[in-house]
């Protein structure tokens, strides 16, 4: 059984938890240092607000430590506020977080009046799925290497660079939970 570590200082963590468990993957939630001593699989970073998050990450002392494990290798679903954490690059501020994604990402992309919606989209080797974006970002930029897995109008919404999935929308609250089985598997095979 895979081990997966779901950031839990903020957001919607928990609803990453529930589709994780119910496609029979264990997970911790990562709050403290001590939480990263567990043999991790996998690792998401959940939806929520970004900088909330990364000043968390940055007062507990967990931004290196995931930084390096994240550029070991461990495999990283990120989600919305999660892509903002992980994006080297973000258009519209200065602060920067884990920075491992090569990617530049703009935030609250959508404006006010497209704050929140659904939408069908055409995911790589999934089809079509489902996918709810609250406040989004979208990936305006990917360097060389970096796998586009979907887009919406145009812009990147979904991005993979080796062991890092990257997404704009909220997979954990809709139906499916073909994102979470497609990321599980690359945390099996990793
Ligand atoms: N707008 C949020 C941010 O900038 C992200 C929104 C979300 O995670 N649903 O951090």
Redesign the pocket.
Known sequence: MVLIGVLALQ??FAEHKAKLASLGAQTIEIRQLKDLEKPLDGLVL??????V?GKLLADLGLLEPLRERIQHGLPVLA????L?LLAENVENQAKRYLGTLPVTVK??AYGRQLGSFTSLLDFADLGQVAATF????YISEVEDEVEILSKHQGKIVAARYRNQIGLSF?PEVDESDSIHSYFLKICQTK
């Open positions: 957001g919607d959940p939806g929520g607000e970004s900088t998050q989600t919305c506020a999660g903002i935030r609250n609250i406040r989004a970002p909220h």
